[in-house]
């Protein structure tokens, strides 16, 4: 599937979900690839500070509640590393037990320059190694002068302010071209408290902090460009609400570097990228409190070769070779004076290692006026393996009387790390990527698209080698903010999706509306999933429960539609232009064996915005409806949420280089729990009576922003 810059989409019944799969919400374009992998332009990127998720959300895109800058993206009803996530076309892996540092979380939206969408039937080119689809996000577009000799070519600064949680936020670019050189640099930072929702309360643990740094230099000539950016993050504090741990340090520094060459009949892309992330967790606010320590060290490294030859006028031929690895030691160390957690540090994960070999080939033809296709192979060959590990400590104590007892884990663990050592823990998956896409103009305003694709995932390291089975040890693993524990699984098999998409777009002769409609469906073998193996308790209480899962593998089945609209309403020198967008969404996802709900599945959902342009100004009026979420998760006890709605107002106004905006979020102030938002554990460990409830969403917020350009 494919989701456009500003549009959204909508649900049809289970039979015609069944008919096929993804919408490619993407205008009549030129007759490349890129009319697939639809890519939106963030030409006004400096107004913007902090995450990319509102970007994009305009997608189609929904997150995972996490941290503040850590959410996690979901689509097609999948979540984590099954959407392929590349920065600048680097595959940067979530170095933590909970994913608190997944890729999007290394840059701000004020750095994005494009970024693009592919759901469901992505092209082999756009990455593999995913099952829901890709997000790429480009902050590499060096920009050059008509001068010889390298000067001052541009630069901006932008505040943000956010009454919800007292945010502040800045950012700063700056570049010196020439016709040949460019240098620029771009940061911001970000200092937030915990927010509040509907009721005026504070939501516990969602307070964070954070700076990210960017430096590019690129030179060229008539026909190649070399481009190398260097990067550096550093996140002092990052709260999580539905995690029992905290971010206490995230430190990274990052290289890309990009070789691009135009050949006779075609062209040459060459990048090599490392990234090496020290990430600290723990506990820093007295919202959340604990003394436990973890630690992960992790490094990514990868290349890419890509060259595309112009088989003809209308086709041509991509071949590429990849490689990526990546390494990660994860241990907890020894707390002083604990009988539990010590006198050894714990090692979760030992020389974790997982190395990606890959090599693809696409073909694309403009067949004719009416159909362009494009087909494509991947292959690739993952391994993965890990070293020894050892638990707290090897002998018995005596235990507590709830949850299995804490100091009885310490035995259990113990034995858990003997079988774990005794094991051959190295693994090898060969993962078979096969796409088919086509496009047929009915006429100038009609288009269909089509996609048949086949997909794989290998398991990553810790859904096959987290080896804990005491309670202490498994809640520590897993991001899915349900307050429930994880086993790994070294047998775990790599998933299998097959999908097939259709959409359908009309617009008007003189393209004063358009519609899109689309449906996909998926079958996934060897899903990895969660089987219960046990449960635990902190109290008496039985809302306070928790379970014990493995990670195994099964079959799903997920599936939904979407409808989205543009319609101009009114367009004069006098009154501007008006005109109205709306969408509606659904996506299901089921177990093929007992018809039981998958996790984290987005409800029923609308959006409605009446859109305002006039003489530099940018007014808006959003309305967002989503369903009360009754399709739930038993296994990991996952809740039901009440249907809510949202108003937004916003206002911009553009005076040559000086941007100021105004925008109030949750207008009516209303309280509302997060359907994607896990449990607040954050709450629970304050007050264990209320057990483990639906973390809450923002609420009314004032929000205020000036970006000059200079």
Not at 3 to 8: C, L, N, V
Not at 27 to 35: G, M, P, R, T
Not at 114 to 121: D, N
Not at 681 to 704: H, T, V
Request: aromatic share 10%; with cysteine; hydrophobic share 35%.
């Amino acid at each position: 599937m494919n989701t456009q810059f500003s549009r959204p989409g909508f649900l049809f019944s289970k039979i015609a979900a069944a008919l096929s799969c993804v919408l490619s919400i993407s205008a009549f374009a030129d007759d490349s690839i890129e009319v697939i992998e639809v890519q939106g332009h963030a030409q006004n990127n400096h107004q913007l500070v902090g995450s990319a998720d509102a970007l994009l959300k305009d997608l189609g895109v929904d997150f995972s509640a996490a941290g503040g800058v850590s959410n996690l993206p979901v689509m097609n009803g999948m979540m984590g590393d099954r959407v392929k996530v590349l920065v600048d076309g680097a595959d940067v892996t979530a170095a933590c037990a909970n994913q608190m540092n997944p890729p999007l979380s290394y840059v701000s939206a004020n750095q994005i320059a494009s970024y693009s969408v592919v759901a469901g039937v992505s092209p082999v080119s756009s990455g593999g190694d995913n099952i829901a689809g890709v997000i790429r996000v480009n902050t590499i577009a060096p920009e050059f002068s008509d001068s010889d000799s390298v000067n001052w070519h541009a630069g901006y600064v932008t505040a943000q302010y956010k009454s919800v949680n007292d945010s502040q936020a800045y950012a700063l670019g700056a570049s010196l071209a020439s016709k040949q050189f460019s240098l620029s640099y771009q940061g911001s930072f970000e200092d937030a408290n915990s927010y509040d929702d509907g009721h005026g309360e504070r939501v516990l643990d969602t307070l964070y902090r954070v700076q990210n740094h960017a430096l590019t230099g690129a030179i060229r000539d008539e026909k190649q460009q070399l481009v190398v950016k260097l990067t550096h993050q550093k996140i002092p504090y990052q709260g999580f609400p539905n995690q029992y741990m905290d971010m206490t340090d995230n430190t990274s520094y990052g290289f890309v570097a990009q070789y691009q060459r135009e050949l006779e009949n075609g062209d040459l892309q060459v990048q090599v990228n490392a990234h090496d992330v020290k990430h600290e967790m723990g506990f820093f606010s007295n919202e959340k409190t604990g003394m436990m320590p973890m630690n992960t060290d992790a490094q990514d490294y990868s290349y890419q070769v890509h060259w595309r030859t112009d088989l003809s006028k209308q086709s041509s031929l991509m071949l590429g070779q990849e490689y990526y690895g990546y390494r990660i030691d994860d241990w907890w160390p020894a707390v002083a004076g604990s009988m539990m957690m010590g006198p050894n540090e714990y090692v979760n994960i030992n020389d974790g290692k997982r190395d990606r070999l890959a090599a693809f080939a696409e073909y694309q033809n403009q067949v004719n006026q009416a159909w362009w296709v494009s087909a494509g192979v991947r292959v690739e060959q993952v391994t993965t393996d890990a070293g020894e590990v050892q638990a707290y400590n090897e002998g018995g104590m005596s235990g507590m009387a709830n949850m299995g007892s804490m100091m009885d884990m310490s035995k259990t663990d113990a034995q858990a790390a003997m079988e774990f050592n005794q094991l051959d823990r190295k693994r090898d998956d060969t993962l078979v990527d096969i796409s088919l896409l086509a496009r047929y103009q009915l006429s100038n305003n009609d288009e269909l698209q089509f996609g048949l694709a086949r997909k794989n995932r290998a398991p990553n390291l810790y859904e096959r080698y987290s080896w804990g089975v005491g309670t202490m040890a498994t809640t520590m693993i897993g991001w899915f903010g349900d307050g429930n524990g994880y086993i790994g699984n070294p047998d775990l098999e790599a998933e299998t999706a097959h999908t097939l998409s259709s959409s359908y777009t009309k617009l008007a002769k003189d393209d004063s509306w358009q519609v899109t409609a689309n449906v996909w469906y998926t079958q996934v073998n060897d899903y990895i999933d969660a089987e219960v193996t046990k449960s635990f308790n902190r109290t008496d209480m039985a809302h306070t429960k928790r379970n014990i899962l493995t990670f195994t593998n099964l079959d799903a089945t997920l599936y939904g539609a979407k409808l989205a609209g543009l319609i101009e309403l009114y367009n004069t020198k006098q009154a501007g232009k008006w005109q109205l967008k709306g969408s509606l969404t659904s996506t299901y996802g089921e177990r093929d064996d007992s018809n039981e709900d998958l996790y984290q599945i987005m409800p029923l959902h609308t959006e409605l915005s009446l859109e305002h342009e006039y003489k530099g100004w940018q007014n808006a009026l959003s309305w967002q409806w989503v369903d009360s979420k009754t399709h739930v998760d038993e296994r990991r006890l996952e809740n039901q949420t009440d249907s809510y709605q949202l108003l937004a107002i916003s206002s911009q106004k553009t005076w040559q280089k000086l941007t100021f905006k105004l925008v109030i979020t949750n207008l009516l102030d209303e309280y509302y729990q997060q359907p994607l938002g896990g449990v607040s554990i954050a709450n629970y460990k304050q007050d264990m009576s209320n057990g483990f409830e639906q973390l809450a969403g923002q609420g009314r917020s004032y929000n205020a922003s000036v970006s000059y350009r200079f």
